[in-house]
């Protein structure tokens, strides 16, 4: 992979990042590299052959929100925080991008949702939650997946994850480990009043319609991003560009994150 033009994020919340970012960007800077440092995207000049997601995995959520829907390529760095989508830790960086320039890295491709409602559109590389608003939380939906209805319930609210995002809010939830290159949407109710409803791996081309029966508020990967009143609906399937993650010889793979994040024997 050709890379002479590098977009250095890192994260605000984070003040002890900013000394890392600006060593990293140093050495980049000595190896030839063109190089921009900041927290927010778009960064100055013209388009980068590599974002460097500095940071945990919200580093690179917001990262890959803020570029979709290009899809340039995102090395996540960890520094601090939780590392599933990490590549590397910033003590490796240095042998990381000897490693992406060599050509010995891979590109995966992951999915996203787009999430559209009445007034709002919007992406997530994780989730998208339909759950109840400010200190009510109980919200009641009727979701359809492709033509058919699945029902209407009550209870906390529902997710859309990709498999990605199984290992996130929808594993807290109850919901299954999916390997994240799979072509599959995962539903997850949240709390339902039915005990009989469980997760649904369903094929990725269909397009999930949750009608709010009482108002209901959407967030994209934890992000708040529309209002639902009774009676409208938000669609959600999966989204025409994808987020780009490097991957690495070094990367660990999906079952030694497992045992690593999770505590497995």
Same mark, same amino acid.
């Given at each position: ?38 927290? +927010? ?37 960890? %520094?601090?925080?939780?590392? %599933? ?6 003590? /490796?960086? +240095? ?7 060599? /050509?010995?890295?891979?590109? +995966? ?28 939380? %109980? ?73 709010? +029966? ?40 999906? %079952? ?10």
């Amino acid at each position: 992979m050709e890379v002479r033009r590098v977009w250095l994020v890192y994260s605000s919340r984070r003040p002890e990042a900013a000394g890392q970012a600006g060593a990293l960007a140093r050495w980049c800077e000595r190896e030839g590299l063109q190089v921009e440092v900041g927290t +927010e995207l778009p960064l100055p000049g013209p388009q980068p052959d590599l974002v460097v997601a500095l940071g945990g995995d919200g580093t690179v959520l917001r990262t890959a929100a803020a570029l979709y829907p290009q899809e340039i390529p995102i090395l996540p760095v960890l %520094f601090g925080g939780v590392g %599933f989508l990490s590549a590397v830790e910033a003590a /490796g960086f +240095e042998e990381a991008l000897a490693a992406l320039r060599a /050509g010995r890295a891979q590109v +995966e491709r992951r999915a996203r949702l787009l999430a559209q409602g009445p007034g709002f559109s919007a992406t997530a590389l994780n989730e998208v939650a339909v759950v109840g608003p400010g200190q009510q939380r %109980f919200v009641e939906l009727t979701v359809a997946v492709g033509a058919e209805s699945l029902g209407t319930f009550g209870g906390d609210g529902v997710l859309l994850a990709t498999p990605t995002g199984s290992t996130a809010y929808a594993l807290a939830a109850g919901g299954p480990i999916l390997a994240p290159t799979l072509p599959a949407l995962l539903l997850v109710p949240l709390n339902p009043h039915k005990l009989g409803l469980r997760p649904v791996v369903m094929p990725e081309s269909l397009e999930v319609r949750v009608r709010a +029966e009482r108002q209901a508020l959407i967030l994209a990967d934890g992000d708040p991003i529309g209002v639902l009143s009774r009676g409208q609906e938000l669609r959600v399937r999966r989204a025409p560009k994808d987020t780009l993650l490097v991957r690495l010889p070094q990367t660990p793979s999906l %079952f030694a994150r497992l045992r690593e994040k999770l505590g497995w024997p």
